[in-house]
């Protein structure tokens, strides 16, 4: 029987085999989805923790972040918690729910009989650091639990309450004369293998290197003050350097206040395995910040929900303190 939990996992290329806890692959976090996901370099919010946890590293203030992503298939919310302690470096906690669905059961002969539901929680902690004012890096560990419960009678689906842990590792510099060039690299979601109902079905988790660049163009704020303007690009790969897909992002901030963002992810396809997640192709949003808070707004075009007339919709909520 087709789960809920297998409609978010993304077909991949006979070469590989079906990778376990595909919701991974969702992304998280309003202003990295409005860039294209291209944000292994950037300089993130409390959200960082989900893409390169070394721009946490650079955070000066305590934050709390809030997301919420809405498709076809599943919704999502998190908690970030981030704690700079000085010099000792910067500590951050997040969960992130996701309600994957339900469906109804039936018998032999089409009649309702329950109703099961799937979900997943992944609980974050990392720990980042500064190497001087140019590096930074940052480890996270994530306990992942799967879960498919039913309400009523569901002889043909299989129920399960199963765990496995995975890490992140990211690492920032910064290069130029004005510190107008940021490399990032990140590899996110190495570990254990999910394991569903017995060893045979153990897939592996869905594991990717990400390495990206930021520039920011400086001749635009020297034009008209007032105005920042940054671009981004990012490639992505399986751990064996397989399948790469580009993304790219674009960020023009208006008085510090107003942020208008934009991507592109050519040639993703909902079969990609290293794509968006559910194959969308580009992204628009935009911030408004004032003061502490900051709310952030992206709505992603093509792909599996666009394609089934639910475009997704991330919204993120951010308040620092100073």
């Known amino acids: 029987m087709l789960t809920a939990l297998a409609l978010v996992s993304v077909p991949v290329s ?6 376990g806890a595909a919701f991974l692959r969702v992304p998280v976090g309003a202003r990295a989805v409005s860039q294209g996901q291209a944000v ?14 070394a721009s946490l590293a650079w955070l000066k203030d305590r934050e709390v972040g809030l997301n919420y992503a809405s498709n076809f298939i599943l919704t999502g919310t998190s908690l970030d918690l981030v704690y700079p302690a000085g010099r000792a470096g910067v500590l951050s906690a997040s969960a992130l729910f996701y309600n994957i669905g339900e469906q109804t059961a039936t018998d032999r ?19 980042a650091a500064t190497f001087g004012d ?14 498919q419960t039913c309400s009523g009678s569901c002889p043909d689906v299989d129920t399960y309450s199963v765990r496995t842990n995975a890490f992140d590792l ?8 004005a510190g107008e060039l940021t490399l990032g690299a990140v590899v996110r979601d190495v570990g254990f293998c999910a394991q ?49 897909t580009l993304r790219f992002g674009a960020e ?10 934009a991507g592109v992810l050519p040639g993703i396809s909902n079969e990609s395995s290293t794509g968006s ?31 089934n007339g639910n475009p997704p919709t991330y919204v993120t909520l951010r308040m620092a303190f100073r």
């Open 109 to 127: 002969l089409g009649n309702s009989t329950g109703t099961f539901y799937t979900s997943a929680l992944v609980t974050a902690a990392s720990y």
């Open 252 to 261: 023009l901030g208006v008085a510090e206040r107003l942020f208008l963002r």
């Open 196 to 244: 569903i109902i017995d060893s045979e079905q153990c897939d592996p988790l869905p594991s990717r290197f990400h390495l990206g660049a930021e520039y920011r163009v400086d001749a635009v704020s020297k034009a008209r003050p007032g105005l920042t303007l940054r671009v981004s690009g990012e490639v992505v790969t399986r751990l064996s350097l397989a399948e790469p």
């Open 170 to 177: 990211g690492f920032q510099s910064v290069r130029g004369k």
């Open 14 to 19: 006979g070469a590989f085999a079906q990778e």
């Open 134 to 147: 140019k590096f930074a890096a940052a480890l996270t560990y994530k306990l992942i639990r799967q879960t």
């Open 40 to 53: 292994a370099a950037s300089r993130m919010g409390a959200d960082g923790i989900w893409w390169n946890p």
């Open 277 to 307: 997640g559910d194959g969308s192709k580009a992204a628009i949003g935009f911030s408004i910040r004032q003061g502490t808070l900051a709310l952030d707004f992206a709505r992603t075009f093509g792909g599996l929900s666009s394609d």
